[in-house]
């Protein structure tokens, strides 16, 4: 019904930058929270930033003043900008919305599949 496509993954210098996207697509009515999470091995998945429908934001101590989120409503699509990556940013990351889909207007989390960032 509901996919969470993410892209924009892959190897990159430290001090480099990354953007990642997801595409959120199906049977969707309204999109309330969007977000990054993280999560390395043999830990738990933390978030790393979210936005709300109206624009407004959150971010985990760790990535503030480096990566910025944004979206696109009309695309249903979130991005997470990431500058000055460092080592410790090596994990994968995975987008994830609260979407009220048509059928009922049903509220769930969706989880895209992931994308590695490497550095």
């Known amino acids: 019904q509901v996919q969470l496509v993410e892209s924009g993954g892959g190897l990159v210098q430290p001090g480099g930058s990354l953007r990642l996207s997801c595409a959120a697509s199906?049977?969707?009515?309204?999109?309330?929270?969007m977000g990054w999470y993280r999560q390395a091995p043999g830990k738990q998945r933390e978030l790393v930033a979210s936005?709300?429908?109206?624009?407004?934001?959150a971010y985990a101590d760790s990535v503030k003043g480096r990566f910025t989120i944004s979206r696109d409503n009309a695309k249903n699509t979130v991005y997470l900008q990431m500058n000055s990556l460092k080592p410790e940013d090596t994990t994968i990351y995975y987008c994830?919305?609260?979407?009220?889909?048509?059928?009922?207007?049903?509220?769930?989390?969706?989880w895209g599949k992931g994308t590695l960032v490497k550095n």
């Open positions: 994830n919305a609260r979407i009220v889909i048509m059928t009922f207007h049903q509220t769930a989390d969706y």
């Open positions: 199906g049977n969707i009515f309204f999109i309330y929270d």
């Open positions: 936005i709300t429908a109206e624009g407004s934001t």
